[in-house]
């Protein structure tokens, strides 16, 4: 299965809506229906997208009563987004989410006496404490996307000030925030043929280092450590 659109879905306040109910208790499509402002018909197509793209699955199921049985909804995925909009930086990450994994991460897991009945009131702690712990990795991802904006806003002014080739800065720009890319890539971003973006990352490969090797174009960060001055030739 594709990754989800996730933008085009929240992007929509009904479904967000429906996201909502649907986090809270189990639901069947007249339940739905009856907990948004606006038509079953209307209801169905936001319920039928967020199936097609994966968000939601249904199932049915009878009722406790004598009658047809009900077409009943949950959600699919356990992922968080994070995404960063500005004039200078846009990405974004879905994270898969299951069991807690906590490697270089101080975040207490509830034993499993704790998990156990008779526990409601200290799986509640438990959660108040990690919403205060998401209050701190938010307030974290804060200042380094903050540091993040700024040194890309320099590091434009910087390259257009001293090199002056806006190709060159934009391959430079989209490997800083991807990591790497396929000349492939690179070609269909700028509207480039291949053998012009090839060109234009062995220019930049004389201001900051790159790797070109099989296709993909990375910051060689060896290199990059290493030297601070003059570069070699980056391509293998």
Not at 13 to 20: A, C, E, H
């Amino acid at each position: 299965m594709t990754e989800p659109d996730i933008f085009y879905i929240l992007g929509n306040r009904v479904r967000r809506d429906l996201l909502s109910h649907l986090t809270c208790t189990e639901c069947y499509f007249s339940f739905l229906s009856s907990k948004v402002s606006v038509s079953s018909t209307a209801v169905a197509k936001h319920l039928k997208i967020m199936e097609r793209e994966g968000i939601l699955r249904s199932y049915e199921r009878e009722g406790p009563f004598i009658g047809p049985a009900r077409k009943y909804y949950d959600i699919a995925i356990s992922k968080t987004y994070v995404t960063t909009i500005t004039p200078n930086l846009f990405w974004y990450r879905g994270l898969d989410l299951g069991e807690p994994l906590n490697e270089g991460i101080d975040v207490e897991v509830p034993s499993e006496e704790a998990k156990g009945k008779g526990s409601l009131t200290e799986m509640v702690t438990n959660f108040i404490e990690l919403n205060s712990e998401l209050e701190n990795v938010l307030r974290a991802l804060q200042a380094v996307e903050s540091r993040r904006n700024v040194l890309m806003r320099r590091i434009k002014e910087t390259y257009l000030r001293e090199i002056g080739d806006m190709t060159q800065l934009a391959i430079l720009h989209y490997l800083l925030l991807t990591g790497g890319a396929t000349v492939e890539e690179l070609s269909d971003r700028l509207n480039l043929k291949e053998r012009e973006v090839l060109a234009k990352a062995r220019e930049l490969d004389r201001f900051v280092p790159l790797r070109i090797k099989d296709g993909l174009v990375k910051i060689d960060e060896d290199r990059l450590k290493q030297t601070g001055g003059e570069n070699d030739a980056g391509e293998d």
